[in-house]
C-alpha cells in the first residue's frame, strides 16, 4: 500500500472492558486512518467476517477475519485449556505477525486478540515481544473484553469501556445495522 502521510512514532492502543464500544472505536480509528492516507490492516478474529462489507470497499485499508462465529466464543472458552488453538486463529495471528513486520502498514487493527489471549491460545508475552519488533511508526490497536495485565502494563494507551446499563437487561437483543 502507498503510505502517504507515515506516523513519526506508532503506538499501542488497547480497548477493553465489559461495556460497548471497543469495536467501534477501532472502527472509527480505521475510518479515521484510511480517510487521512495511511493504509490499515483490520484483523479481526473469532468472528465471522460480518463487517467486511463495511470494511472492504473503503481505500487503503484490508480486512481480513479469521472466525467462524459469536457464538463460538463460548465454547472456546471451556475448551481453551485442554485443547490447541483452533486453526483460524492460529491463521489469523500468523497473518497479523506478516502485518506487524510489514513497514507499509501504518495502523493495525487486531479486533478481539484480547479474548485470543484471554483464552490462553497464544502467550502474552510473545505477542508483546512481536509488538516489540514491529515497524517503529506503526500504531497498533487491541480490541477486546479481558486484556491481560502484561499487555496493559506495555501499551502506550488503555481505554476500559464500562457497561453502566444495557439493552439487553430489558431484553432487547442486538440489532443489525447497530451493534453488529
Not at 488497547?14 to 480505521?30: D, E, L, M, P, Q
Not at 487486531?110 to 512481536?130: A, S
Amino acid at each position: 500500500m502507498l503510505n502517504l502521510r507515515p506516523l513519526k512514532q506508532g503506538l499501542v492502543q488497547v480497548y477493553t472492558g465489559g461495556g460497548k464500544g471497543k469495536t467501534s472505536a477501532a472502527f472509527g480509528a480505521a475510518l479515521r486512518a484510511a480517510g487521512n492516507g495511511l493504509s490499515v490492516a483490520f484483523v479481526q478474529f473469532l468472528k465471522p467476517g460480518s463487517d467486511q462489507q463495511l470494511l472492504s470497499p473503503i481505500p487503503h485499508l484490508i480486512y481480513r477475519a479469521f472466525g467462524k462465529s459469536h457464538e463460538i466464543a463460548g465454547w472456546y472458552k471451556k475448551r481453551a485449556a485442554e485443547e490447541l488453538p483452533p486453526q483460524e486463529v492460529v491463521d489469523g495471528w500468523n497473518y497479523a505477525q506478516t502485518v506487524l513486520k510489514d513497514p507499509d502498514f501504518d495502523l493495525v487493527i487486531l479486533e478481539e486478540l484480547n479474548v485470543v489471549m484471554l483464552f490462553d491460545f497464544l502467550p502474552v508475552n510473545h505477542v508483546i515481544d512481536v509488538l516489540k519488533q514491529r515497524p517503529v511508526t506503526q500504531e497498533v490497536i487491541i480490541t477486546g473484553r479481558g486484556a491481560p495485565q502484561e499487555l496493559i502494563d506495555f501499551a502506550d494507551l488503555v481505554t476500559e469501556m464500562k457497561e453502566i446499563k444495557h439493552p439487553f437487561q430489558k431484553g432487547i437483543p442486538a440489532r443489525k445495522g447497530i451493534d453488529f
